[in-house]
Nanobody
Framework: QVQLVESGGRLVQAGGSLRLSCAAVGRTILTYPMGWFRQAPGKEREFVSAISWSGNSTDYADSVKGRFTISREYAKNTVYLQMNSLKPEDTARYYC???????????????????WGRGTQVTVSS
């Protein structure tokens, strides 16, 4: 069983930066594709970013492309989401997720993932 724990969310002003972390506990995620999603009140959970198990392939939602960067640190069994130039519309609860074998090809879909964290709140003030 994989337990994912997100951290790093907080209140930040527009234009600021945050780095979210997702640490895996209990089992390695070294070979698992990982994703970040977000959900604002009254809205559906939406894809933000994903990274392959090797780290060589990444994908981003159009709304965050050029501002957010996903990465993974194998030694710490952790995935990061660096968020720059934050906007009020980035305000949401951010969740990380892990896909386990058999792996899915479309990592933009929430149902492609088998494990989810409880999320961390990001609030961007204008």
């Amino acid at each position: 069983q994989v337990q994912l724990v997100e951290s790093g969310g907080r209140l930040v002003q527009a234009g600021g930066s945050l780095r979210l972390s997702c640490a895996a506990v209990g089992r390695t995620i070294l070979t698992y594709p990982m994703g970040w999603f977000r959900q604002a009140p009254g809205k559906e959970r939406e894809f933000v970013s994903a990274i392959s198990w090797s780290g060589n392939s990444t994908d981003y939602a159009d709304s965050v492309k050029g501002r957010f960067t996903i990465s993974r640190e194998y030694a710490k069994n952790t995935v990061y989401l660096q968020m720059n130039s934050l906007k009020p519309e980035d305000t949401a609860r951010y969740y990380c997720a892990a896909d386990s074998p058999p792996f899915n090809s479309d990592l933009k879909r929430p149902n492609a993932y088998d494990y989810w964290g409880r999320g961390t709140q990001v609030t961007v003030s204008s």
